[in-house]
């Protein structure tokens, strides 16, 4: 299906065709189109930059004419035109102005009142704007909505979306013909996954057609379950629908191997068997501080992390990567009675680094890498690959932390991923990449405690929230966990010199555990996890608090006390932490547990010689903590933005987590 009016068919759809510029003077020419109502696009534009006084010039006038407006160029200005070359860009109509309300756009000098160049707005004329649509037929599962929205000619909006999400494997799914049916294709959900689609509640959402898709190319969105082919619920797309175009930018793939899996709309792995060997290739639309994961999965039934054998690849600014990695807990790599336990490097953990990286390269946003491996290792740490069935594998993405390790990862899948790497026929279900530009993530609440009152400190464990949490309001990537001061994730604490503090400390005492040990630890470096440290960085950090050293010098935990964690409810997915627009919302609906033991205390007294910012973090761990502002007086800070916890606040959270202590200790 094309769009009436979009005359360059085999082109992508840039909205509703005005014409050609009818050129007079100064070598003007160039397409234009209407986007939306306010804006034009122009394609291909030419002038030789020679008029005295041009400007980009609309009116109501019969024809161009001093009666008229100057319309700001791509860049916003009112400025004399420049020579152009062949130039795409968009033109938005000034003080909300439409197109409805001028009949021409000119190239146009105010000076000698000529007109170079113009296109005319057709009588009547309609310019392109968001079209409504059905609402999902009720077939099953109780699908159902409100009327969609078509916002351009990429992107649904989805009122009131409800289902149960019972289905075996349901996705969003979108083909052509009369009804839907099993020669469709997938579509990513709203965050970009291709997993079999969550339960939804009356829900807004927004879809993405994937790749170079248009809604000119489908006829219906399904929710739709591949293993039994069976429809839940659609809704029809109309044809000739006079919407936006999409100013989503596609990056074509481009992979050298036969077969390719799209495992989310940024992440594809293609690969090719040769003899005993497999070579693969990541392609990822990834930040350069970012890794892609992949691997076989820890176990042969389902897609699982622990356990499994993965390589981490990413580009710094010199040359790309693949490291081989055994993942035995999901935490970082820690030493746990002399051996190293969690996410670990291969040759960490006593074995060998067993791929082999071919090529790398980053362009238009996209890494893409491409390594070999032999399907058995001699390494008994890792997975064989078989031939003769399916592997079951694992994916993520996310970024490195300061030493170049994977920090937590931000996205990964949640339901199982099976590949028959032995393919008869070459297998590909992957499209191009899409990327539109993204509003900033709106930050959780930022929180300071300067009341001169508080001298004694609850910490304890919780998860560090998605963009909204940890991240976003330190900058540091995360490792998962976050230290919850008094009820607050990573607080800012204010606290005076002379006077003495005491931290109630429940991180976790067992050493055992590579993921929930975590003695309270006070230096002057932001980052923590003091332990991972080598000796010469050591060396860097002032230990403040928190830190013993035995006879031979060696660092031991001071403050280790019993764990005691806020944790997500059974069957919760962490990757809707940023559904929650305030910490307060996301912290009740976590489940606190807490051992009955003492806590450890850690008392503290800072004085003269102390910096005036220092951090809280974990022993172990990396990122978990955050400041405290070290001052004379507190005077300085009442009224203040910097006292945004008030007693009465403190009081309040305080009381509620008593009570959950008390309620889990009895």
Same mark, same amino acid.
């Given at each position: 299906?094309?769009?009436?009016g ?23 020419s ?28 609309a ?10 407006f ?38 146009y ?58 289905g ?8 052509? &013909?009369?009804?839907? $049916? /099993?020669r ?8 970009? #996954?291709? %997993?079999? *689609? !969550?339960? +939804? ?10 790749g ?36 989503v ?41 970012d ?6 999965? &820890?176990?042969?039934? $389902? /897609? ?9 690849? #990413?580009? %710094?600014? *010199? !040359?790309? +990567?693949?490291v ?45 890498i ?40 931000t ?20 499209f191009s ?36 949490g ?7 990537v ?36 590579p ?20 000796d ?55 489940v ?5 033991e ?46 945004n916890v ?21």
């Amino acid at each position: 299906m094309i769009a009436e009016g979009d005359e360059e068919e085999d082109g992508p759809y840039q909205g509703k065709y005005l014409g050609k510029l009818n050129s007079y003077h100064h070598q003007v020419s160039g397409d234009v189109y209407a986007v939306n109502e306010y804006t034009f696009l122009i394609v291909g534009f030419n002038y030789d930059g020679n008029g005295a006084d041009t400007f980009f010039w609309a009116g109501a006038s019969n024809r161009p004419g001093p009666q008229g407006f100057i319309v700001p160029d791509e860049h916003g200005k009112t400025n004399i035109l420049d020579r152009y070359h062949n130039k795409d860009f968009t033109l938005t109509l000034p003080d909300r102005k439409k197109m409805t309300e001028i009949k021409w756009l000119a190239i146009y000098d105010l000076n000698n009142q000529n007109n170079f160049g113009d296109v005319y707005i057709p009588e009547e004329f309609e310019p392109p704007i968001a079209q409504s649509g059905g609402t999902f037929s009720k077939r099953s599962h109780n699908v159902s909505s409100s009327s969609i929205e078509i916002l351009d000619s990429k992107t649904i909006r989805i009122k009131d979306f409800t289902y149960d999400g019972l289905g075996k494997r349901t996705f969003f799914w979108t083909g052509v &013909g009369a009804q839907p $049916s /099993s020669r469709g294709s997938k579509m990513p959900d709203e965050r970009g #996954y291709l %997993d079999p *689609i !969550r339960r +939804y509640n009356k829900e807004t959402i927004e879809l993405e057609l994937p790749g170079d898709k248009t809604i000119f190319d489908i006829d219906w969105i399904s929710v739709y379950d591949v293993a039994d082919n069976e429809n839940y619920g659609h809704v029809l797309i109309s044809d000739g629908l006079n919407v936006p175009p999409s100013l989503v930018k596609v990056t074509p793939y481009e992979f050298s191997l036969p077969n390719c899996r799209q495992l989310h709309k940024d992440m594809q792995v293609s690969w090719e068997v040769f003899g005993p060997q497999i070579t693969f290739q990541l392609s990822g639309q990834v930040a350069k501080t970012d890794y892609m994961s992949f691997g076989i999965s &820890g176990s042969d039934v $389902s /897609s699982q992390m622990i356990g499994a054998d993965v390589v981490v690849a #990413y580009i %710094d600014d *010199i !040359r790309g +990567y693949t490291v081989d990695y055994n993942i035995t807990s999901l935490a970082p790599c820690v030493q746990v009675l002399g051996q190293n336990k969690g996410v670990c490097r291969d040759d960490v953990v006593g074995g060998l680094d067993s791929f082999q990286l071919n090529t790398y390269s980053r362009k238009d946003g996209i890494n893409t890498i491409s390594f070999r491996r032999t399907l058995k290792s001699s390494d008994d740490g890792d997975k064989e690959i078989f031939l003769d069935r399916s592997n079951y594998v694992v994916w993520a993405f996310g970024q490195l932390d300061s030493n170049n390790e994977p920090a937590f990862h931000t996205y990964y899948p949640k339901s199982d991923i099976v590949i028959d790497f032995n393919t008869t026929e070459p297998v590909n279900d992957c499209f191009s990449f899409t990327k539109r530009m993204e509003a900033p993530v709106q930050l959780w609440e930022r929180t300071r405690i300067s009341d001169p009152t508080v001298r004694t400190f609850n910490a304890y464990l919780g998860p560090s929230g998605g963009l909204r949490g940890y991240q976003g309001l330190t900058g540091h990537v995360s490792s998962g966990l976050a230290w919850y001061i008094n009820g607050y994730m990573i607080p800012e604490l204010y606290l005076k010199r002379g006077l003495t503090y005491t931290f109630r400390v429940r991180g976790g005492n067992n050493p055992h555990s590579p993921e929930y040990y975590h003695p309270l630890v006070i230096t002057d470096d932001p980052q923590g996890g003091y332990d991972r440290l080598s000796d010469a960085k050591q060396s860097e950090i002032r230990v403040l608090a928190g830190v013993e050293f035995t006879r031979r010098g060696r660092p031991k935990a001071a403050a280790a006390g019993p764990l005691c964690i806020s944790r997500y409810p059974s069957n919760y997915d962490r990757r809707l932490d940023d559904h929650f627009p305030t910490f307060k919302k996301f912290n009740r609906s976590l489940v606190t547990e807490c051992s009955d033991e003492a806590p450890a205390l850690l008392d503290i007294t800072p004085n003269i010689t102390w910096p005036d910012t220092v951090y809280y973090n974990s022993f172990t761990h990396g990122n978990m903590g955050w400041k405290i502002h070290i001052i004379d007086n507190y005077s300085n800070l009442r009224g203040g933005a910097n006292s945004n916890v008030s007693r009465w606040s403190w009081s309040w959270w305080g009381s509620l987590l008593l009570v959950q202590l008390l309620l889990v200790l009895h």
